[in-house]
């Protein structure tokens, strides 16, 4: 009996490759990587729209061993619209603009893992390959889409700037379906304190090529963020709807309640993250 040559070859290291920090393209010298190292400079604008659905629903998007957070069925969407740069490319926002903004959508589920309270992603969508190439390091769900979001300014005679009675609108769609709409009236300034906490809970996980059930990589993830930094707060009537899709996996959270929106602006530089918990 002969054995398989290739199964008794030992691990090559290529430190060409191992230079590599991310994945994409897998070109040592490439003057393009998909993903530059952290830290990764963010700054933008985020409506942020509360809601409340079935506990029970609510609860079946959680991985454990992450449980229920002290409100069970409490939960969160953001529309945001986003100009990031990282550490080694300070200044491409302005030598490719296009690549630096972008929009996403992330539907949140209030959660805590022992005892520390935090929210989990289980749907998001982006219309830019720089933010999704990091959303898949990070343990983002992300998804390409289209996001669009209101834009308020001081000098258009029929928009405005923020004030109350101001109105805006973010809209999600993907494969020309609309999956998720969320809306504000502004009706009071507010403080960053009144907002709610934004600690995210991820999971990274990639399948193995051979076997799609099992997983060469598989694990609880927490973000680490520095220099936050939030202003502008205002506080409104929100309203957040859902919609069914032919190709989209929507969480089925039956009928939610809108409890609540604020609209802000906020900037961070995201360090990475840490591993929580393994699962393999």
Known sequence: MVSDPMSRQEPMEDSNILSLKYPLPHA?????????PAPWH????VLHVTFRADKNNMRLLIPP????????GEGAVWFTEWVSVSESKPDLAFTHPERAVYRECI?????QYKGRGGLFAPC???DNDL????GLIQGFPKKTGRVSLTRLHPLNPRIGGKRIGAKVRGVCLVN??????????FTRPSEPSELPGIKLFLLHRFPTIEDPTRAAVHELTAGRVADVRIADVWAGDGDLRFFDSILEDLPDLGQIETTGAFYFSMGMSILGGEVIYKYV
């Open 28 to 36: 040592p010298k490439s003057p393009s990587p998909l993903i530059d």
């Open 42 to 45: 963010c700054g933008g604008e």
């Open 65 to 72: 061993p992450l449980e229920m957070g002290p409100n069970p």
């Open 107 to 111: 539907v949140m589920v209030g959660c």
């Open 124 to 126: 998001a969508w982006i």
């Open 131 to 134: 933010t999704y190439g990091r």
């Open 176 to 185: 020309a379906e609309k999956v998720a709409e969320g809306s504000m009236v």
